[in-house]
């Protein structure tokens, strides 16, 4: 069997020896969604920081092996890093608010991107419009600046930005978790397209079981630091082994009671 | 008028320069313990809605009446009077509560404020002349008693809100809005900014404070899901104009407006089974800055037809106790649906790897 596209094994992070996440084993496959589901301080966010190689910036120690195609990226020189993060690895955030510069253009923080990893002005220009039509956005809103648009449209954009970059990982960290229910149905939307058309690997962090249960095809729910529980999303929603993934559950508003 | 009526809004209108972000909104919410929704998405009005009724945006047509009595021409004391009959509690704790005050400090001085401190759990005065350090101890024990309400330990009394959680910060929030004993309480997006496990316990509180206190509250949100068992009533806004309105359970099993069918659907759902067709809206929240011309929402409806382009449907009756705004309500009430929106997610339960 070849490796998956990201393979995730012992990860540790730690902050002054205080263990804040630790994950055995996680794999997410090209054309795979993958959940990490857990309440707020689970250490999910930490997990993507370091899977990312950004979790020492945030002075935490990251041990074990996180591999991309097979190539370990942990102890990776930061060139070696820059060159990956972005380009192969693409990551959005809760906040596109705060993922974007207000004082630049939405244009000129897309093509700065395009050109750091690599891509004429030209090239990034055509890339950009390209990848806009694609998340159903117009690339006349690249004239505008962040403040401009809709915290959806932003979102959009910052998916747009790893579609240009032809990313095959991307890191979803509660991208929807800030927006209208109607804009994050959008979102969901256009995340499972990008596995099914462009054979995304995304792991897909959030807190909510019913949006991983639309999503993803795997999960991994984390509590305290601590994955309780793994498997198929199918099986792990109708089947739950873990008293923490019932409470989850049990947490979950529905529509009838 | 309706004895049981606590607050009634008629054709309330609030407009920012040209922008008539709220243009004739009535709703009646009830004596306690009731309460009522407002849903809508972002730049429906909504939040505006609840600012005009606590006074903090100036109303530019319209009445509101809390009690019988006229709101919008209140001054001095009986204002002052008013904003201690509603409270309200915004979405993010974070900005509502002073970094610099301990939660103790932020209760105190809103029973100070309003002339309550000292005065016992029962709601008799602390003893006339009492020293000072008596009535500093009745106060403390308000404090205490007002964050156990709120399922708080009191200790928490000396923390600064930076060393709460964003659900603790929360509940500090309601037991500020409870120090006043308030009659009504105006909740907008009170968890949206947390994750799902304290929502719970946010929404279980409200539910236990409902009955305690008979309050009545207004819950402004976007998601339709947190309604069921805390809202007899709800109004569904769009483009600051009344959508769809009347009583949760009809409404939700057998909307009547188009939008309301879409933001049902837009619920994420955890059961398979649950998980409608799903009706993804076209374009984005639209602005009250560009009206469209004929009803608001044909740009985005899947059911729109020609009248729908020139013509603003009026809000009627659709069922008794139900009103909504859409050419083709009765249609849809008896089970018109848009074409196509594939049964995407019924049909798709985790993939097959």
Redesign the interface.
């Known amino acids: 069997m070849s490796p998956a596209k990201l393979e995730v094994r012992d990860l540790r992070v730690s902050f002054a020896g205080h263990p804040v996440a630790s994950v055995p084993e996680l794999n997410v496959?090209g054309g795979?969604i993958v959940g990490l589901a857990g309440?707020?301080?689970s250490g999910k966010s930490m997990t993507i920081l370091a899977v990312l190689g950004l979790a020492g910036t945030a002075g935490a120690a990251v041990t074990g092996s996180v591999r991309l195609d097979g190539q370990e990226l942990i102890g990776l020189s930061a060139a070696r890093l820059r060159a990956i993060r972005g380009r192969r690895i693409a990551a959005i955030f809760q906040s596109p608010a705060l993922a974007f510069n207000p004082v630049f253009r939405v244009g000129a923080i897309v093509s700065r991107t395009l050109r750091q990893h690599g891509l004429s002005g030209a090239e990034a220009t055509a890339r950009a419009d390209a990848a806009m039509r694609s998340v159903l956005l117009s690339p006349e809103l690249l004239d505008r600046y962040p403040a401009q648009l809709?915290?959806?449209?932003l979102q959009r954009v910052a998916i747009a930005l790893a579609l240009a970059l032809r990313a095959e990982v991307l890191l979803a960290d509660e991208p929807t978790?800030a927006l209208?229910?109607?804009?994050?149905?959008?979102v969901?939307?256009l995340l499972?397209e990008l596995r099914d058309s462009r054979g995304m690997a995304v792991l897909f962090v959030s807190?909510?079981?019913?949006?991983i249960?639309?999503l993803?095809?795997?999960v991994a729910i984390m509590r305290a630091g601590q994955v309780v529980e793994q498997g198929?999303?199918?099986q792990v929603?109708a089947a739950p082994r873990h008293d923490y993934t019932r409470?989850?559950?049990?947490?979950?508003?529905?529509?009838?009671? | 008028m309706a004895d049981d009526i606590l607050l009634d809004v008629r054709d309330l209108r609030v407009s920012f320069g040209p922008v008539r972000a709220v243009d004739g909104i009535s709703l009646a919410i009830s004596r306690g313990p009731f309460g009522i929704a407002l849903v809508g998405e972002s730049g429906s009005g909504k939040t505006t809605v609840g600012r005009a009724i606590l006074r903090l945006v100036p109303a530019s047509a319209g009445t509101i009446a809390f009690d019988g009595q006229d709101v919008l021409g209140l001054r001095g004391p009986r204002l002052r009077a008013y904003r201690r009959a509603v409270q309200i509690v915004f979405q993010d704790a974070d900005n509502s509560l002073d970094p610099r005050m301990r939660v103790g400090a932020t209760l105190r001085e809103v029973l100070i404020a309003h002339g309550l401190a000292g005065r016992g759990a029962l709601g008799g005065l602390a003893g006339r002349g009492a020293l000072g350090g008596r009535v500093t101890a009745r106060v403390a024990a308000q404090v205490a008693a007002l964050l156990s309400e709120a399922a708080l330990d009191p200790a928490l009394a000396s923390r600064y809100p930076h060393q709460l959680s964003g659900g603790q910060r929360q509940r500090v929030a309601i037991a500020r809005a409870l120090a006043v004993s308030p009659r009504l309480l105006v909740l907008d997006e009170p968890t949206s900014a947390l994750d799902v496990t304290a929502q719970a316990r946010i929404l279980a509180l409200v539910r236990r404070l409902r009955d305690e206190r008979q309050l009545a509250y207004l819950l402004i949100t976007h998601n339709l899901a947190i309604i069921p068992g805390l809202c007899e009533q709800m109004v569904v806004l769009y483009l600051g104009r009344v959508a769809e309105t009347g009583p949760t359970d009809e409404l939700l099993a057998r909307p009547a407006h188009p939008y309301t069918l879409a933001l049902r659907s837009a619920v994420p759902e955890v059961d398979a089974a649950a998980r409608r067709s799903r009706i993804i809206l076209p374009g984005d929240t639209p602005q009250a800055g560009s009206m469209p011309p004929g009803c608001p929402f044909h740009p985005r409806c899947p059911l729109a037809i020609d009248v729908c382009r020139t013509t603003v449907p009026p809000l009627q009756a659709v069922a008794p106790g139900r009103q909504a705004a859409c050419h083709r309500a009765n249609e849809v009430l008896t089970g018109l649906r848009p074409p196509g929106a594939p049964a995407q997610l019924a049909e798709d339960p985790g993939r097959p790897r």
Request: with cysteine.
């Open positions: 496959d795979e309440e707020s301080g809709s915290g959806g449209q978790s209208d229910v109607t804009v994050q149905a959008e969901l939307e499972r807190h909510d079981l019913a949006v249960a639309e993803c095809d795997r198929p999303t199918g929603i409470e989850l559950l049990a947490a979950v508003p529905r529509l009838r009671e």
